[in-house]
């Protein structure tokens, strides 16, 4: 049987956080810009030294740094001020996780999507942390919310699939794994998990292609050589 690779969704590193198409873009893309206009990390770094203030752009920019403990007191305190601010419950919620804080995280997503029911990807950050934390039922009902919201959300389509797969659910999850493919035609997990799902239905012949594909975007990646290595035993 292969191995599931689910994905956490859009942090300050990926530019933002999805709430669906009618919505405003979160305030983590605020991060992405400021790091960028003072030249990186290091910009953020200094960007960050000149102000303790617990302002968004402070917890943003520690982000950006990478600076997850300071980024962490900078956004609890942020939302003692703030809190029915849903960008600060998004954030705080993306830094518990890097923190391995992981009920944390879900509490603070939970509250992000109280306050935005729309809110996509806070949808599809918690289905994927309530999956790993083994309550698939309650993650595939945020992560189809945040396919509802954002149709075109590679990630959240793997790891719907990648729930579903878990469940035993294969037939299921493939339509998904397909279509996190043809949003992200270089996402290689997404690949994988469509050609370990067609090795499950016994469908050895269609596994070959994705699994390729997936070799090609991640030569490295240990998991797909593995995938490869059980393919070939069933194929003449």
Not at 206 to 215: E, K, W
Request: hydrophobic share 45%; glycine share 8%; charged share 20%.
């Amino acid at each position: 049987m292969g191995a599931w690779v689910g994905c956490s969704g859009q942090g300050p590193a990926d530019g933002g956080a999805a709430r669906g198409p009618a919505t405003n873009a979160s305030a983590v893309a605020t991060a992405t810009n400021a790091s960028a206009a003072l030249g990186g990390t290091r910009g953020a770094a200094v960007a960050v030294a000149a102000t303790n203030e617990p302002t968004m752009e402070r917890v943003e920019l520690l982000m950006r740094a990478r600076r997850f403990p300071e980024a962490w007191d900078a956004a609890t305190t942020l939302i003692k001020l703030k809190p029915e601010d849903e960008d600060a419950h998004f954030n705080a919620g993306f830094i518990a996780a890097e923190l391995g804080r992981t009920n944390d995280a879900i509490l603070h997503y939970q509250e992000c999507v109280r306050l935005v029911p729309e809110y996509a990807e806070a949808h599809n950050n918690l289905g994927n942390l309530l999956r790993k934390a083994g309550k698939p039922a309650e993650a595939i009902r945020h992560l189809e919310e945040a396919i509802l919201h954002a149709p075109s959300n590679a990630s959240a389509h793997n790891n719907l699939g990648t729930t579903l797969a878990l469940m035993g659910r294969v037939d299921e999850a493939v339509p998904h794994f397909v279509q996190a493919t043809e949003l992200r035609a270089e996402y290689a997990e997404a690949w994988l998990n469509l050609g370990n799902a067609y090795m499950q239905q016994q469908r050895f012949t269609d596994a070959r292609a994705p699994l390729q594909r997936a070799l090609e975007l991640n030569p490295q990646h240990p998991a797909v050589h593995r995938a490869i290595a059980r393919l070939r035993q069933k194929l003449p």
